[in-house]
């Protein structure tokens, strides 16, 4: 049969809503952190295709979700341009920040073929090992998202750095939004044309903007890079996640020309299918909290996103990522619910 | 004349829009940093009525708002229910984390009217200070927010603890917050009882809730908080600010019964203008970071916002506190732009 989760982006009819997990390859699995421990540099991992490939298959051998997502991070993107990128235990990412033309320079676009063979390999592989009902998912970080960590040196702040560079000096910073969607339109081809199927953006900081810098930092990057995937590859469904985006959904989901929004778990779900499902699928949006805690409260939750959303194009998900101590049973409780329909 | 910011809330016209700034009185101040070193602990500094009287006047000599706001801080109320917090430099307020019944009870009621008896003291100096174009506004946190940093300790997170607290056991959790809503409606009738002409409930974390979950730990405490302030003080307007609830911000303006809504920068113009200034009067909401960042970027951004929502009752503010870089010239030039009018 069709893969669900394509037939939903392509407003197509299914037999049940398709679902799948942000982070749902990740530490609340024990076999992930096994794996884990025997590569204790965390972008050496990703760029381990034999690793990312085992890690993307495990919680499909458990939950036999609607698709598979690539394991990578989105800060492969400033690394392979050559910013320094870290990963230090239980710290995040830590960047050498970059805050000037001068910074801009030293970035080199070629690193995108180059450095990134290896992730563009596990999408090969992680291809060939999917079962005819699994879709594979691509994706990357939106521009403003990955700028922020560029100009921060690291993720959790208000972003006050890259936020005051954007208003002060708007050209100056265009040009490093410039640069990551030309980088970002040449990865997401590349992972197309490797296998993925679908493609997801994270905007995971994009509820930082006020309307103007949202239309320019967040809306108009968004559209170019959904513009410059689909004249290589008209067929690929793109879900775009502007996340904490509150009223600006409805601009986003309008201007971008995105084919699926991925809401954050505060967006009102009638809102949701009155606004946004009627321009493009809906996917989201449980509260991560509540698959940690699990229940008859989160089943409840499960049940209502259900009823209200799955009568239009719609892709169960979270919120946001599978938070490290979920136990893993929930998941599977999640799945069940899903899989008996409404 | 009438004060303009309570004409403003009963929804009468007036002559130019009302202003104040969240956090006028504070670091960006040169004259306030000197007072500050003068007591290193902050709690002390906030319990004592002859300098909070100072640091509130501080910025009104300068720019003449419209109001002036009683200088302290929501968590004295926690200190006052006897939980012991503290203000560390450089690393904002820690609290001995509240996670259980036990807790719960060992909290004092009590405290209320005891401990904030300082706080209550300055408002009376305050008001007699003003002159009589200047109103004076009194706070307190929201419960769930005040709650938010009782259970983690700290703020700055995704509130992991409280927000599981809330979803596993929400009828202890509600005890937290019944104890809030108590607590916070005694302040309240206190500093209007001292001379607070017009109040604000400041609920930061707000927009880390899902609906459900927004209507139980949100909108219903900011509901009986504002019923029992009417019941003693049936004329004192309110503001509420359910900072980045999005979408549900129509739904807290509908529900709660407050007479004005705070804003954050995220919240298009437009939007607000068609939905919620019918309601009540809107408040805000300027980026904090264009405050920062000043000259044309900030003009025109004070002037936009002047533009939309000048046509109903509306109050000039930020969306979150000032910066402590701030320059204090650019206070002042938002503050000419205002008085220039439209």
């Given at each position: 049969?069709?893969?669900r989760?394509?037939?939903?982006l392509h407003k197509r009819p299914?037999?049940?809503?398709?679902f799948w997990?942000?982070?749902?390859a990740?530490?609340?699995?024990?076999?992930?952190r096994q794996?884990r421990e025997?590569?204790p540099n965390?972008?050496?991992?990703?760029y381990?295709?034999?690793?990312?490939?085992e890690?993307?298959?495990q919680?499909?051998?458990?939950?036999?979700?609607?698709?598979?997502?690539?394991?990578?991070?989105?800060?492969?993107v400033?690394?392979?341009?050559g910013?320094?990128v870290?990963?230090?235990?239980g710290?995040?990412?830590v960047?050498?920040?970059?805050?000037?033309?001068?910074?801009?320079?030293?970035?080199?676009?070629?690193?995108i073929?180059?450095v990134?063979?290896?992730v563009?390999?596990?999408v090969?592989?992680?291809?060939a090992?999917?079962?005819?009902?699994?879709?594979l998912i691509?994706?990357a970080?939106?521009?403003?998202?990955?700028a922020l960590y560029?100009?921060?040196g690291?993720?959790?702040t208000e972003?006050?750095?890259?936020r005051?560079?954007?208003a002060r000096?708007?050209?100056?910073f265009?040009k490093?939004i410039?640069?990551?969607c030309?980088a970002?339109?040449r990865?997401?081809?590349?992972?197309?044309d490797?296998?993925?199927?679908l493609?997801q953006l994270?905007?995971?900081w994009a509820?930082?903007l006020?309307?103007?810098?949202?239309?320019r930092?967040?809306?108009?990057?968004?559209?170019?890079?959904?513009?410059?995937?689909?004249a290589?590859?008209p067929?690929v469904?793109?879900?775009?996640f502007?996340?904490?985006?509150?009223?600006?959904?409805e601009?986003?989901?309008r201007?971008?020309?995105?084919?699926?929004?991925?809401?954050?778990?505060?967006v009102?779900l009638?809102?949701?299918?009155?606004?946004?499902q009627?321009?493009?699928?809906?996917?989201g949006?449980l509260?991560?909290?509540?698959l940690l805690v699990g229940g008859?409260?989160?089943?409840r939750?499960?049940m209502?996103i259900?009823?209200v959303?799955?009568?239009?194009?719609?892709?169960?998900?979270?919120?946001h990522?599978?938070l490290?101590p979920t136990?893993?049973?929930?998941?599977?409780?999640?799945?069940?619910?899903i899989?008996?329909?409404?």
């Amino acid at each position: 049969m069709a893969k669900r989760i394509l037939e939903t982006l392509h407003k197509r009819p299914v037999d049940r809503p398709p679902f799948w997990f942000m982070r749902q390859a990740g530490r609340y699995l024990p076999e992930y952190r096994q794996i884990r421990e025997t590569a204790p540099n965390f972008l050496e991992f990703c760029y381990s295709p034999e690793k990312a490939l085992e890690v993307t298959l495990q919680p499909l051998r458990r939950y036999r979700m609607d698709a598979a997502i690539l394991f990578s991070d989105i800060l492969v993107v400033p690394d392979a341009l050559g910013q320094d990128v870290q990963f230090r235990q239980g710290e995040g990412p830590v960047l050498e920040p970059i805050r000037d033309a001068v910074g801009l320079d030293a970035l080199d676009p070629a690193g995108i073929d180059k450095v990134l063979d290896p992730v563009i390999d596990a999408v090969g592989r992680i291809s060939a090992a999917l079962d005819d009902e699994t879709a594979l998912i691509g994706f990357a970080g939106a521009p403003w998202t990955v700028a922020l960590y560029m100009v921060e040196g690291r993720g959790g702040t208000e972003g006050t750095e890259v936020r005051t560079w954007a208003a002060r000096d708007p050209e100056g910073f265009q040009k490093l939004i410039d640069i990551l969607c030309d980088a970002t339109i040449r990865y997401l081809n590349r992972q197309v044309d490797a296998g993925a199927e679908l493609l997801q953006l994270f905007d995971s900081w994009a509820g930082l903007l006020g309307e103007e810098q949202f239309m320019r930092w967040v809306v108009e990057p968004n559209r170019r890079i959904v513009e410059g995937v689909r004249a290589a590859h008209p067929d690929v469904p793109i879900i775009g996640f502007p996340r904490n985006a509150g009223v600006l959904y409805e601009t986003f989901v309008r201007e971008t020309g995105v084919d699926g929004v991925s809401l954050d778990h505060t967006v009102p779900l009638q809102w949701a299918a009155d606004v946004l499902q009627p321009v493009c699928a809906v996917q989201g949006n449980l509260d991560n909290h509540m698959l940690l805690v699990g229940g008859e409260a989160m089943e409840r939750a499960v049940m209502q996103i259900l009823d209200v959303l799955g009568h239009g194009p719609f892709i169960f998900n979270l919120g946001h990522g599978i938070l490290p101590p979920t136990p893993p049973e929930n998941v599977g409780r999640v799945a069940e619910l899903i899989r008996a329909g409404r």
